[in-house]
């Protein structure tokens, strides 16, 4: 689901952001007032073979001309932001350049498989910068967790992540050879994911080349920290709680890995007894919780780390919870997160 706090919603994303914006504007002023310059955008293959106009590889798979694919990808980069504040934008701008390189490769073959096999030639695919768009459904699939919001007439459920496959599925469905784009961006996303082709290692930005980036664009289009944001309150029941919080689900999934604990807690022979592990957080006698233990008897604490509680914090949760949980959980955040959100 998307959720705005304004221009606070790319806060540590200035890559995101700016990928939304420039290509947007541009892809708006050829549209209504430069339409004669259209033709250097265009993704034409075959002057790429024949003409060996190597150009149009980078501007016609940078700047959408179509409006509806603009706003579609605009939306899917805005819900993608998550990924740069996970990983840095050093670390997200190597995935989106990796992505965006195989894609091109993979473009062509996807075009070459398709002449010989069904006798189809293609001369041109539709412009702009999916590829590496649809690259990021591959880790939007396997590291962000699918938590139920509601259920349509009472079998087919709505997740978090339905709108943002919703939107997928619409921008796929725009043009006729489009799914070649999403084929092959969805294959340099595994490429890219791989730990045994190794390709991240290869295909990445230098450090000297992010800090010249960080340096000049970045206090361009980097975003204050949001600092009056209205906490959100606990309601009176369970449900209300859970949807309160999904009012922060951006936030609230980053670094958890459900589906790898479900696995784990397979293999440990059944499921773990979280109220067994993790104190309930909710029912402590000190409501203004102190970071020092009770002395009881109790063995010290795990050290808990200062970047794992604000990460914590920045997902929506109070300090206290956060410290409990990591505590509880052996200084793990994906546990920590995993229990935060179910409960």
């Known amino acids: 689901m998307f959720t705005s706090t304004g221009s ?9 952001k700016s990928l939304l914006l420039v290509p947007s504007a541009i892809s708006i002023l050829l549209t209504l007032l430069f339409q004669h310059y259209q033709k250097f955008f265009a993704y034409n293959l075959q002057a790429v073979k024949e003409d060996f106009q190597i150009w149009r590889l980078v501007c016609g798979r940078t700047i959408c001309l179509d409006l509806k694919d603009t706003f579609c990808s605009s939306l899917l980069i805005y819900n993608f932001r998550i990924f740069e504040r996970r990983y840095g934008s050093r670390k997200f701008s190597s995935f989106l350049l990796g992505a965006w390189m195989l894609s091109a490769l993979f473009d062509l073959l996807l075009v070459e498989i398709t002449q010989y096999m ?7 695919l539709p412009s702009g910068f999916l590829g590496p768009v649809f690259a ?3 880790p939007f699939y396997s590291s962000i967790p699918r938590v139920q919001v509601t259920q349509v007439l009472g079998h087919f459920s709505i997740t978090n992540k ?4 919703i939107l997928g599925l619409q921008l796929l469905t725009s043009g006729s ?11 340099s996303g595994i490429c890219y994911n791989s730990s045994i082709l190794k390709v991240h290692r290869i295909l990445c930005v230098p450090r000297w080349v ?7 664009l970045e206090p361009v289009f980097s975003s204050a920290e949001p600092t009056n944001e209205v906490r959100v309150g606990m ?9 309160q919080r999904m009012e922060l689900l951006d936030r609230q999934i980053m ?12 293999q440990q022979g059944g499921m773990i007894n979280w109220n067994r592990l993790f104190p309930p957080l909710r029912h402590r006698q000190n409501a203004n919780y102190q970071d020092h233990p009770s002395e009881q008897g109790i063995p010290p604490p795990t050290e808990v780390s200062e970047e794992q509680v604000a990460r914590l914090m920045e997902m929506g949760f109070s300090r206290g919870d956060a410290l409990e949980a990591l505590r509880a959980s052996n200084n793990d955040l994906n546990v920590a997160t995993n229990f935060l959100l179910q409960h």
């Open 118 to 124: 069904f006798g189809i030639t293609i001369n041109s």
């Open 210 to 216: 992010a800090k010249i980036f960080s340096w000049t």
């Open 136 to 138: 990021l459904f591959v």
């Open 8 to 16: 606070n919603g790319f806060y540590k994303a200035p890559l995101s």
């Open 235 to 243: 309601g009176a029941t369970v449900d209300i709680q859970r949807q």
């Open 162 to 165: 339905s709108l943002v496959y």
């Open 255 to 266: 670094m958890s890995q459900v589906a790898q604990m479900r696995r784990q807690r397979q």
């Open 177 to 187: 050879y489009i799914w070649i784009l999403a084929l092959s961006g969805l294959i």
